[in-house]
């Protein structure tokens, strides 16, 4: 199955020597914890911290519910990315939501986020590295933005399991500049694999 996946989206071990899975279509941040992230030309992202200027870079966490609970935990929401195949569905449901709103520091196109194992590194432009850590639990706030958006990006699947839509999470092991149009390559982990969990 992985094989045949790997065919399908060009994921391979070797990432500078693969074809590009897919692209970056938007790069966001916010030195707030507003909900929204204003889109830039490009954002830089730091090893071990996150986005340059986030109000979610560093080492410990920054989420103000999860301060809350403990300020000395791991940071390991330190990116946000979101497939722009999400806003696309989203639309076509008459939500009127694009890159950066949704609060994610990075949009991709090409790429199943949500399909990959825990580990995952994606490779990002020139040097940039952000290994996935899990995916991101939609709040209440979504409906506060656009009312009923939270419900959009919850799903269930045949066995009635919850399916989070919203993103996933990551953290920064090796820093660059990031802007859209940069390529993005696939590097899996070592098996066995799990699936990202709630983050």
């Known amino acids: 199955m992985e094989k045949q996946l790997a065919g399908l989206f060009n994921l391979k071990k070797e990432p500078k020597e693969s074809s590009p899975a897919g692209i970056v279509t938007a790069v966001s941040?916010?030195?707030?914890?507003s909900?929204?992230?204003?889109?830039?030309?490009?954002?830089?992202?730091?090893?071990?911290?996150?986005?340059?200027?986030?109000?979610?870079?560093?080492?410990?966490v920054k989420h103000r519910s999860r301060v809350a609970q403990n300020p000395n935990q791991p940071n390991l929401r330190q990116v946000h990315l979101i497939h722009a195949e999400l806003h696309d569905e989203l639309q076509n449901s008459g939500f009127?939501?694009?890159?950066?709103?949704?609060?994610e520091n990075v949009t991709t196109r090409g790429i199943p986020l949500l399909?990959?194992?825990?580990?995952?590194?994606?490779?990002?432009?020139?040097?940039a590295v952000v290994?996935?850590?899990?995916?991101?639990?939609?709040?209440?706030?979504?409906?506060?933005?656009?009312?009923?958006?939270?419900?959009?990006?919850?799903?269930?699947?045949?066995d009635g399991?919850?399916?989070?839509?919203?993103?996933v999470m990551g953290i920064v092991t090796a820093g660059g500049e990031v802007k859209p149009g940069d390529t993005i390559y696939v590097e899996y982990p070592p098996l066995p694999h799990h699936p990202l969990e709630r983050v």
């Open 29 to 33: 941040r916010s030195a707030t914890h």
């Open 35 to 60: 909900f929204s992230k204003e889109n830039q030309p490009a954002i830089k992202l730091l090893a071990g911290l996150g986005a340059e200027g986030d109000a979610h870079l560093g080492e410990t």
């Open 96 to 103: 009127d939501v694009f890159s950066g709103q949704m609060g």
């Open 115 to 127: 399909e990959l194992p825990t580990g995952t590194r994606l490779h990002i432009g020139a040097s």
């Open 131 to 158: 290994e996935l850590t899990g995916l991101r639990n939609p709040c209440k706030q979504l409906d506060e933005f656009r009312p009923g958006l939270m419900s959009a990006v919850l799903d269930h699947d045949p």
């Open 161 to 167: 399991n919850l399916i989070r839509k919203a993103g």
